[in-house]
DNA sequence: CTGAAAGCGCTTACAG
DNA sequence: CTGAAAGCGCTTACAG
């Protein structure tokens, strides 16, 4: 809130300097009276020089209100501190909540984020890939539409780790999806389901098989009838697209790959005069952001994504020697989030809530 | 699809390489057998050379599969390609339409986005806009809480476009809030309200002012009666706590400053057992994913945040010199969305929808 | 513990 | 149009 004009604050410190040119490792050393090679190893290497020399060093370096350029320290050592995040469509939410998480654990060791998509090309995706490899230290790959050859290629040229996918040989990060689908299924019995369907995702996509594999099992250990329904797109649209499938196939209850077709599925529902929970329950796949602003608010297996995204920079920074290895034990277990989405059938004798 | 063995594939092209070196313009240039300035001149600047010499030195680099280094690039130019996007908190949604907006415009002139957050402090917002600018060429302040002063200084030391805030003397990019509002406000009133609050966000928020002042304006060009209500957060559980205010108010609509807001005050209408919107309209503001989720679904103000993203940097490549200044004609208007939770008050006589 | 020198991979005046 | 040289701001063996 003071005078606007204020600029004769601007910072005159160093004096010999022409204006506007920033403060290098030489402006500090002749004022420190040191050789530059000093300056850079009190500044790059601390704890390794004279306690005396080391603290003068960084009092001229205060005085001058001096900062690295990164691209000149990068140019000798090869590292930027930087971190490539690559997604294949920026319109996925499910992409929100792993960038939160990523960004606060790079941050956290001094790394900062790049952000490139790849417009949901698998072509592009590499291309984008081999675009943003030499500025960053590491990459990883989100919502990747690579083939598995094509992700092991990369990770062979880079520091690499996956997100919600397995390929063989290369760092992956995964949740388990048994815990979040063993209490959703309980709970499905528990109120007097006895036929379920699970809303697949995109037919080559990894993770809805693995849903479907674990659904599949768990189904038959508690002798609930279960079956897959194909869908058009892993959207609120696809949701929708499916509701008649779904109707036919004459379950009380669904789980969909994801919260988008699982509210894509509700408002189809409710559109068609069913009442949710009562004529059929919905159970989303992740909680995302906003998956429990419908009404009723949408039951759904939350996928940890925030931790997915830490996890993968911290598998990453381990990877580069920057970090020790994370230690995950468990921290990765998916959880059922019972909201009003899902309950008891019409009719059924058990009327119990989760 | 091909076997995961394939290791004789790796790319032994050059073959004067050592293994896992990078190639660079020496090597193009001893491949072309011209001098690596004249490299750098093909590679760089096209069109300035010989064709034929130009066309030699493509094929050279083509051959060695060479891409060019960044950090080594922006050492004698200063110039790394790179935007810098400086958010105060990413867990606030009206920030993903912005990236993606930034991220494709990025793209589009083949630069490359830098993500930070600064954790809603802005002491560290000024922390984290030093720790980036010196490795990217400008920054955009997305969702700040830095003082108009602050902003200025940091604006004279890089360059800086601010969105969503207006600052004298610093390039911004901002919605046009009218159009929005008018139709809004046309709409509550033709469907019979009388009484109108505002729920307002924070109040040093500019951006909450800036709709404040052009609501009242606007309500009493239509003599209707408006009022500005305070707010705890500009979040879901602001809404709800507001609650009470807005019934107290004896209003029978209700714009919030955002959707979120708009979404908990929906909540706690119907938990209530309030009819939305026969007992309450309420109309949110920006649209953000998710405001369409809700039972009813949230009528909202839209605000072009994906043009807001893309302006911004658009404007701050101009200002580099990099793009021309971007022709923005009434392209940040805001736009009345008109969905389930606004419409006529119980009782009214008029029962028209807009 | 610290200095002097070479080098990271480019770009860009300066000559010719 | 192209070569030869210097320089961008650091880091890091190599000496001492």
Chains 1, 2 share one sequence.
Do not use: C
Not at 57 to 64: G, S, V, W, Y
């Amino acid at each position: 809130m003071t005078d606007s004009t204020g600029d004769d604050e601007s910072p005159a410190v160093g004096g010999t300097r022409p204006r506007g040119a920033r403060p290098t490792i030489y402006d500090i050393a002749q004022l420190a009276g040191v050789n530059p090679s000093t300056v850079s190893r009190a500044l790059s290497k601390p704890g390794r020089l004279n306690p005396k020399t080391e603290q003068l060093i960084r009092e001229a370096a205060k005085a001058l209100n001096y900062r690295v350029n990164p691209m000149a320290r990068a140019l000798p050592t090869g590292r930027t501190h930087t971190l490539g995040l690559i997604v294949a469509d920026i319109t996925n939410p499910m992409f929100f909540d792993v960038v939160r998480g990523a960004e606060r654990a790079a941050a956290a060791d001094g790394y900062t984020l790049v952000l490139a998509e790849s417009q949901e090309s698998g072509a592009l995706e590499a291309e984008t890939a081999d675009r943003v490899a030499p500025s960053v230290d590491g990459l990883i790959l989100v919502t990747t539409r690579l083939t598995d050859d094509e992700i092991r290629a990369l990770a062979e040229q880079h520091p690499l780790v996956v997100i919600n996918r397995l390929v063989d040989d290369v760092p992956s990060v995964i949740p388990e999806v048994a815990p979040g689908i063993d209490a959703a299924l309980d709970h499905l019995a528990a109120v007097g389901h006895t036929s379920v369907a699970f809303l697949a995702g995109p037919e080559r996509s990894w993770m809805s098989r693995a849903r479907w594999d674990e659904i599949m099992a768990r189904a038959v250990d508690r002798s609930l009838n279960i079956v897959e329904i194909a869908s058009s797109s892993p959207t609120l649209d696809g949701g929708i697209e499916a509701f008649n499938r779904v109707r036919a196939a004459g379950v009380t209850a669904v789980v969909a790959y994801n919260d988008l077709m699982g509210i894509g599925l509700l408002r189809a529902s409710q559109q068609a005069g069913l009442s949710v929970p009562g004529d059929l329950s919905i159970v989303g796949f992740d909680d995302i952001f906003g998956s429990d602003f419908t009404s009723p608010p949408l039951s759904t297996i939350r996928t940890p994504l925030n931790r997915l995204g830490e996890l993968a920079v911290q598998r990453l920074l381990a990877q580069l020697g920057t970090a020790a290895a994370p230690d995950d034990v468990g921290a990765l277990a998916t959880e059922f989030i019972p909201r009003g989405s899902s309950g008891a059938p019409r009719g059924a004798g058990n009327a119990a809530r989760a």
